[in-house]
């Protein structure tokens, strides 16, 4: 199968004081065609990060790629390209929609200009085929008075319709990848339902694939076919969702699956002891190794190697590298 | 939002009213008076009484103050006491000049400072940013007496260049009033622009932190649609209410600026009728100067509404 986007070894790090600091370390993620990828992890894990660098609009400085390739579409390398090429890509062939829908959009101007301004950027349509391709893109997202609500501000909208327009900015030049960073985060929990729905019909229609970035394990087991987990900067493990649902590898993974809400359960909620090392004191083993139940002393030494634990199934933890051993 | 202009308006009298008693007390409060100023030390008492009566000064001073309200409030601002013309007359003829001045002197700055602040806030943190927060504290610190003196003595001094001492109107011969305008302009301006351009840098770089900018960067825009299209028209509100405050430092600094560059405008005009104790004229002039003062800030708050859609006037 064809890869619409594959990120190799991707390091990002951050200028803070003079010293540079790794925040993101070695991502390996390949998207495919029409395939819905979850990347999930707690906050300040780095997976927005991965989704800017994508898109080109990490925050230079402090932040900046310092190694890794992302190609899109098997031969386009999107690190090597300028401003230029990549003002074309975004938006056209690449689009994202963010967390927050009460503060992405500008405020000043109606939900028109800001579609319209899309259109101008990528397209040649007269102004009258463009008005056409607002009102069908607004119908499109679920949005009943399509006229009427062109002309609205964003401030009259409610948070689902707010989110529903930036679906439509995203979708309005049909593109190929759409990032969708936390799209469901600033929701309540019955429009959380309907925006996914609405993503995964939209990615029908469109063909497109979507990179979903959550930290709510529920949205990737809803959305996505494959999913890498994230911590501290790292893919600790990648796997199919049916796979890492049914059989986590990582002590992580497993943290994570145990610290979900489910409909019957009566005890106290888990949730994994410690938090996420500060950038300035990242272990140099293994990054979970503080906060693991099964550390061994080589964790805290060593970076565990990424190992195929099962197949298509990949984990970054010392644990079975040592069954491996001792197997044979 | 007629309503609420309508509302504005009504609010005025309060404020000019106010504004009316106090300069009307400020100048019965000054020592010496019109009447000593025209007689000299040496008058008669009887020479004295007799003026005061032809003014009404020998009238309490409420009887004073309301003979010459109820004439402004029909647009009879009376007559100068010294002389004797109609003093609305003199303020519309004088205000021409200083509204040339004040508008230039904005105007001058805003071209300047806008720019500037908007540059400093794409190149925060470098050698530029830097040299333009200077500029724009030195704009804010340096008295514009102090500038228009130092740039009187450097053009003459080192350049041989004197402005045109002998004032023409706009209308007269256009050339030669810039010619005379442009550095009481510059002088005026200068602090204006040291405002503006704090004002634009930090309200420029609050809006480009914000989500929808990297909206409009994901979209596909170029760094000058998201600078100018967005991040300007966002950071406008803080600007122009910056403005709005300045314009009144503006008509305040005429006062000096007319004197150093001796431009007959209406700053000229109150000088020279406070010095002569020339009571209808300071009233006259400093309540016409309140009134354009208040009504500029009334446009600023409607113009708010106007740039931002959030903003509504009921």
């Known amino acids: 199968m064809d890869n619409v986007l594959e990120i190799k070894n991707l390091h990002i790090d951050v200028k803070k004081d003079d010293s540079t600091y790794n925040v993101v370390k070695d991502v390996n993620v390949s998207i495919g065609k029409q395939q819905i990828y979850g990347i999930v992890g707690e906050s300040g894990s780095g997976k927005s990060l991965t989704a800017l660098s994508i898109m080109g609009l990490l925050a230079n400085p402090p932040l900046h790629v310092s190694k890794g390739s992302i190609q899109f579409e098997g031969d386009r390398e999107l690190l090597d390209m300028s401003f ?3 003002k074309k890509i975004r938006g056209k062939e690449i ?15 109606t939900i028109q ?3 319209m301004e899309a ?3 990528h397209t040649k349509l007269s102004k009258s085929e463009m008005k056409q391709a607002c009102i069908d893109i607004i119908e499109r997202v679920g949005i009943p008075r399509p006229k009427e609500v062109l002309k609205d501000y964003p401030h009259q909208l409610s948070g689902g319709m707010r989110q529903r327009v930036m679906i439509a900015i995203a979708m309005l030049c049909n593109p190929k990848l759409l990032l969708a960073d936390e799209p469901t985060t600033a929701l309540d929990v019955t429009i959380q339902a309907q925006i996914l729905d609405l993503m995964k019909e939209l990615r029908e229609d469109f063909e497109t694939s979507i990179l979903m970035i959550t930290h709510d394990l529920g949205v990737i087991a809803e959305t996505c076919q494959r999913v890498a987990v994230m911590y501290a900067g790292e893919v600790v493990e990648e796997s199919d969702v049916v796979s890492l649902f049914h059989s986590p590898k990582h002590p992580y993974t497993k943290g994570l699956l145990k610290s979900m809400v489910s409909g019957n359960r009566h005890d106290d909620l888990y949730s994994i002891p410690g938090k996420v090392p500060s950038v300035e004191q990242m272990p140099s083993g293994c990054r979970f190794a503080t906060r693991c139940p099964h550390v061994m002393d080589i964790c805290h030494t060593q970076t565990p190697p990424v190992q195929e634990v099962e197949a298509d199934h990949t984990c970054q933890c010392w644990l079975y590298q040592e069954e491996l051993v001792k197997n044979g | 939002m007629i309503a609420y202009t309508i509302r504005r308006l009504l609010m005025l009298i309060p404020v000019l009213f106010g504004i009316s008693v106090f300069i009307f007390l400020i100048m019965k409060m000054i020592p010496g008076d019109v009447v000593s100023t025209m007689l000299g030390t040496e008058a008669t008492d009887e020479s004295r009484s007799q003026l005061e009566k032809q003014f009404g000064l020998n009238l309490p001073i409420y009887q004073q103050y309301y003979n010459w309200i109820s004439g402004v409030l ?6 100068s006491l010294r002389t004797g013309k109609p003093v609305l007359g003199d303020i519309l003829n004088r205000f021409t000049l200083t509204l040339e001045l004040t508008l230039l002197s904005a105007f001058l700055s805003w071209i ?6 908007i540059i400093a806030a794409i190149k925060r943190n470098t050698s530029t940013d830097f040299g333009v927060r200077i500029i724009s504290l030195l704009g804010v610190s340096v008295p514009n007496f102090a500038l228009a003196t130092l740039l009187l003595l450097i053009l003459s001094v080192f350049f041989s260049y004197y402005p045109p001492s ?3 109107s706009l209308v007269e011969d256009p050339v030669k009033n810039l010619q005379m305008m442009i550095l009481p302009s510059i002088v005026l ?5 040291g405002a503006v351009m704090r004002m634009t840098r930090s309200t420029v770089l609050e809006v480009l932190r914000q989500d929808f900018i990297r909206t409009i960067r994901a979209k596909g825009a170029s760094e000058r649609v998201v600078i100018f299209n967005h991040a300007l028209k966002n950071a406008m509100i803080p600007i122009l209410t910056i403005i709005g405050m300045q314009i009144g430092v503006l008509l305040g600094g005429t006062v000096i600026i007319e004197q150093i560059f001796s431009l007959p405008g209406l700053g000229q005009l109150v000088l020279t009728a406070i010095n002569q104790r020339d009571y209808p004229v300071v009233q006259g002039a400093v309540l016409f100067i309140a009134f354009v003062f208040v009504m500029i800030n009334l446009i600023v708050d409607l113009l708010y509404s106007y740039l931002d859609p959030r903003i509504t006037y009921k």
């Open chain 1, 84 to 86: 230029k090429e990549m």
């Open chain 1, 95 to 109: 689009s994202m929609i963010f967390q927050e829908p009460m503060t992405a959009l500008d405020p000043l101007f």
């Open chain 1, 113 to 115: 200009d800001q579609l």
């Open chain 1, 119 to 121: 259109l101008k950027f």
């Open chain 2, 74 to 79: 029909v647009g009879d601002f009376g007559v």
């Open chain 2, 112 to 117: 300047i400072a806008i720019p500037l602040g």
């Open chain 2, 166 to 168: 002998t004032y023409v």
């Open chain 2, 189 to 193: 301006g200068t602090a204006m622009a």
